[in-house]
């Protein structure tokens, strides 16, 4: 229940770097090889990553014990781990904190997502997500009612 906070980012917005096995890295946010993103959250720490890997590369990432991560391949085929992922797929690390290491194959794209759980209730209906039903009705309430427009 904090405050609200959006912005817009356009490509050039967000930082890049290409590892040395030519991955080429946008780091949208959190922070990995001494790149910040756009978007630091001191709470959940996210770490948000855009991949564009060659054939025949590896990526890797320290990732902490306590955070939740996943990768979704949205282009060719990235290898997680002992898992191939087809474009659409996904994979979901266990919380043992190591490093995430994918492979690709042939050409790919992933995004590859970890950061801090809020270990919190979740209720969740359209585009609202709040705790508990109560305040996912108020919410839907504020909505309909125009209450949350920018001011």
Known sequence: MCTPWY???NAGDLPKFTTE??????????KLE???????RATTEPLFLDLEMPAGTTFTAPVPAEFNAFVV????SVGAGNTPLRQRQMAIFANEGSTIVLHASAPSRAILL??????EPIAQHG????????????????FQAGRLAAH
């Open 73 to 76: 391949a949205y282009q060719g």
């Open 127 to 142: 585009p609202f997500v709040m705790n508990t039903n109560a305040q996912l009705h108020q919410a839907v309430a504020d």
């Open 114 to 119: 970890a950061g801090r759980p809020l270990d």
């Open 21 to 30: 096995q030519g991955v080429k890295v946008t780091v949208i946010a959190g």
């Open 7 to 9: 912005r817009d980012f």
């Open 34 to 40: 001494g790149v910040e993103g756009a978007v630091q």
